[in-house]
């Protein structure tokens, strides 16, 4: 009985230790600073219908694409608990709902191809999982696939996307840093692009530009505009299919490619994202 109490108490510590590797927007002493106010609310309107429909377009709809397996729906239940917690939080701060926070709705993007038992509990789309074989056991590849399916077929209120995983914990209302031109993202410190110019030259040639113009970011955390993303995902995807069948570029990047390909795409459609090292807290 001792030994089965000991047992759970530490798949219950190992379980909280994984999914609090990434937590975005910590409150951790050390870090904690205020993040800058996106210039739009800082732009002041001559009517109260004015500021209502500029804050309805400031808002951004939290997206996370998901397996369906037991650890990955685990994950999904505690971060929409918590969105849950500071949306409302960031609404009840201010005299104004979403006056600062730009917590807007929140979807699952689920990319099993079909239901499961959450989906009264977490709002969900269903997304078609890549043809068999097509991810080549990278399972990650269906997360862009499965943005093409969303961008397309849901119908989403808000004017700016949060791209999430479901390893990502929200501990703070999160305002909207995007702009309509720039997107907003954190920037890793394992993302080189210079130092993987002559790979990346295949999919980013000379004539669009320097190879700085891809931004050292993933797909997520990024805020970005509706409108750009639906420009970006096409790209993410066939980008992410073409890292994935070269096999240079496939040992090159590993495990991160899919993140290679967003940035690469985000600099072909000529997205640039305003990095913020504060946006999320990464162990390293």
Known sequence: MGLGNLFLTGLITFSVALITYNIIISSNATLKQDFPKPYSLQTKTSSSS??????????????????DSVYNTWQCRVMYYWFKKFKEMGNHDHDDADAESGMGGFTRILHSGKP????????????????????????????PWA???????????????????????????????ATKEHGAAFPFFYIEPKKYENVLRKYFSEDKGPITNIDPIGNSPVIVSKESLKRIAPTWMNVSLAMKKDPKTDEAFGWVLEMYAYAVASALEGVPNTLYKDFMIQVQ
């Open 116 to 143: 499961d038992q959450f989906m009264d509990e977490i709002p969900t789309f269903v997304a078609d999982p890549l043809p068999s074989g097509m991810d080549q056991g990278y399972v990650v590849l269906n997360r």
């Open 147 to 177: 943005f093409v399916q969303w961008l397309q077929q849901a119908d989403i209120k808000e004017d700016y996307i949060l791209m999430s995983e479901p390893d990502h914990i929200i501990v703070k209302p999160i305002p909207n840093l």
């Open 50 to 67: 004015n500021n209502n429909n500029n804050k309805r377009k400031l808002l951004f709809h939290t997206a996370v694409t998901s397996a």
